[in-house]
């Protein structure tokens, strides 16, 4: 199974300023169509995930376009331009270019 | 706007099937996959299985052997069975949508829809 790391797994920030979360896969998630199947989801304190980003860098309606995703082959970054209080959560990337599906173990995002 | 909601027992006895049910409303089953995660208390998210509106089936194959998702369609649910639990089958469940496509172009975008989770534990 392809196994995927996130770093830092925990990132204190101040509000209004940036964040970035590194993802790493142990194997490239370019499939053979050259399209790359990394999505990242947010999930809030008490409550369920909710998908931000699909296929690297394509936000969801209704993400605020202070998210952004962007990466290739085995290296992704989420970054927040500006860190609000409702960003607080456990942030997950989760691979389905391979088989089985899956997910990051989390960085988890509180405000200093 | 589509929306998915989980039912069964909360408690399980070690041995026994986990039997859990999520209902979609707002919209149909039809031509969508429809997935099974998993979060343990504290812990990261497991994808266990989806399903296809016509029936087929993907599992987890970490779980495979102990697991079966079916659909119908007829009430627009589907459900998971999780044979032979432990402790360790203690978790949040969720039933999600999934936005995937083997055929005729592969894609797969993970989950877009998602229930609220029903916590189950495995007790005696």
């Known amino acids: 199974d392809v196994v995927m790391t996130q770093s830092p797994l925990s990132l204190p920030v101040t509000l209004g300023q940036p964040a970035s979360i590194s993802c790493r896969s142990s194997?490239?998630?370019?499939?053979?169509?050259?399209?790359?199947?990394l999505n990242w989801f947010q999930q809030r304190p008490g409550q369920s995930p909710r998908r931000l980003i699909y296929?690297?860098?394509n936000r969801d309606s209704g993400v605020p376009d202070r998210f952004s995703g962007s990466g290739s082959g085995t290296d992704f970054t989420l970054k927040i331009s500006r860190v609000e209080a409702e960003d607080v959560g456990v942030y997950y990337c989760?691979?389905?270019?391979?088989?089985?599906?899956?997910f990051g173990p989390g960085t988890k995002v509180d405000i200093k | 706007q589509v929306q998915l909601q989980e039912s069964g027992p909360g408690l399980v006895k070690p041995s026994e099937t986990l039997s859990l049910t999520c209902t979609v409303s707002?919209?149909?089953?039809?031509?969508?996959?429809w997935s099974w995660i998993r979060q343990p208390p504290g812990k990261g998210l497991e994808w266990i299985g989806y399903?296809?509106?016509?029936?087929?089936?993907n599992y987890n194959p970490s779980l495979k052997s102990r697991v079966t998702i079916s659909v119908d369609t007829s009430k627009n649910q589907f459900s998971l069975k999780l044979s032979s639990v432990t402790a360790a089958d203690t978790a949040v469940y969720y039933c999600?949508?999934?936005?995937?496509?083997?055929?005729?172009?592969?894609?797969?975008?993970?989950?877009?829809?998602w229930g609220q989770g029903t916590t189950v534990t495995v007790s005696s």
């Open positions: 999600a949508r999934d936005q995937y496509s083997s055929s005729p172009t592969y894609y797969y975008y993970g989950m877009d829809v």
């Open positions: 707002g919209g149909s089953i039809s031509s969508y996959y």
């Open positions: 399903i296809y509106y016509s029936g087929s089936t």
């Open positions: 194997q490239s998630l370019v499939y053979s169509d050259g399209n790359t199947y």
């Open positions: 296929k690297v860098s």
């Open positions: 989760m691979q389905g270019t391979h088989w089985p599906p899956g």
